[in-house]
């Protein structure tokens, strides 16, 4: 009896290791839905993003006291881009449907003459056959507590020159940024080697 039930155990196990493998992603299959590709570290003083916009700074005021970005943009300079732009390798998402979120608060942010300007979390990047692709959520604007901002998009194949942009575009008030991250939603299955 003992020989017939270590075969099924194995298998078992096999089984539940193939699900656990299958679930978190490995080298061998690359990243699932789901999966963490990347995170903004605001956590070293030392590697915070710089070129900060007038306006801004990196404060420790985030939904857990963490450190995040702070921007107030004068109503006199509502007019054009206050941002910080951080370099992504785009690469290794092509063929993905991915998500950009972040959490972010706002206090009397003017309301845009555009409905995707205003607080931005965007992915930026460019395409040879598509053009540029600008992944923002849109019509963010107003006084609000902590909420999250997301928004999902294909990454073509020819993806390059990827940026995280994070601020206001042509918009006053004050804005907090934290928790930036890109999410895997969708990938394409790979061909075995």
Not at 14 to 41: E, N
Not at 66 to 78: D, G, N, Q, S
Request: charged fraction near 20%.
């Amino acid at each position: 009896m003992r020989h017939l039930l270590l075969p099924a155990v194995l298998m078992l196990l096999a089984a539940c290791g193939a699900v656990q493998s299958a679930r978190t992603g490995s080298a061998a299959t690359g990243p699932q839905a789901g999966d963490l590709l990347w995170r903004l570290d605001l956590s070293d003083p030392a590697h915070l993003p710089s070129g900060l916009p007038a306006g801004a700074a990196w404060v420790e005021e985030g939904p857990a006291a963490e450190r995040c970005l702070r921007i107030t943009v004068p109503a006199e300079r509502a007019k054009g881009m206050a941002m910080v732009s951080i370099p992504v390798d785009v690469a290794a998402w092509r063929g993905m449907v991915v998500s950009i979120a972040c959490q972010a608060k706002a206090e009397g942010v003017s309301q845009p003459p555009q409905p995707w300007n205003g607080v931005k979390c965007m992915l930026h990047y460019r395409s040879a056959s598509s053009g540029d692709a600008w992944v923002n959520e849109g019509k963010v604007f107003g006084t609000f507590g902590w909420r999250q901002l997301s928004a999902s998009a294909s990454i073509a194949d020819d993806a390059s020159d990827g940026e995280i942009m994070l601020g206001m575009q042509d918009c006053s008030g004050t804005a907090w940024i934290a928790d930036v991250r890109i999410t895997a939603q969708a990938v394409r299955p790979r061909r075995p080697a």
